[in-house]
């Protein structure tokens, strides 16, 4: 999949591009297999839930330890257009499950990934781009991701010793680029800014919602400073080589 002109100039205007249904069910079904046992691990590479440490709020690294989502990294309808946008080849610097479990997943409050990848590993230029794959159904029940267009062209905020942004920026972003709830079934695919606005409430419908996030660095920004793990924060800036387009489907050999 290659982004049309006109794709590229709403990214830029916008700091964001959704796709529906990107992937098909067929495609996502061996991806959804594997959840149980993903988020039922217990390393170092799981931050659990504030309000129930028995559920995973983020796990980190899948890519690195389960074969069908390292085959998602390497994806060309994600790959090419994440080339596209960032104008360069692409290496990967962190990729992690995001759940939301019915009754409970907590929320994420107003932020911009790069303020967290900035504090924690010292990136020093916003050359990365973050993709969201749904893994389940979203809507308006299931505490959809929310983007604030637009946001991206303020620039990085920074917030040293936090995530959240303050609540005067969010709503001096909000009053002028509005909010948008990202919303598709399970196989949609969300193309955003390392620092367009986002965040989301917890989820208090019985439905779950889990988001695969890959974020993408250019092979050019090297530049970190005090890098964490490595599930956290990959520094192998080999560019990445795409998989055929059916790398997710039963039966795929990479021979």
Known sequence: MRLTEAQIAEYDEKGYLFFPSLFSPAEIAGLRAALPGLLARSGPEVVPEEADASRAKIVFGVHQFDEGFRRLTLHPRLLVP????????????????NPKAGFSGGGWGWHQDFNQW??????????????????????ACNAPLMVIPGSHKHGHVPVPDAMELGLETVREMAEAGGVEALMGPAGSVAFLSCILAHGSTGNLSPWPRCLF?????????????KPRDPYRCGMDFTPLRPLADGCLLPGFSAR
């Open 118 to 139: 900035q504090r924690f590993d010292g990136m020093q230029k916003p050359d990365a781009l973050m993709v969201a794959v749904f893994l389940d159904d979203v809507d």
């Open 213 to 225: 996030y890959v974020n993408y660095n250019s092979v050019e920004n090297r530049e970190l400073t």
């Open 82 to 97: 994440t080339e596209q946008i960032l104008r360069s080849e692409v290496c990967i610097y962190q990729a992690r499950l």
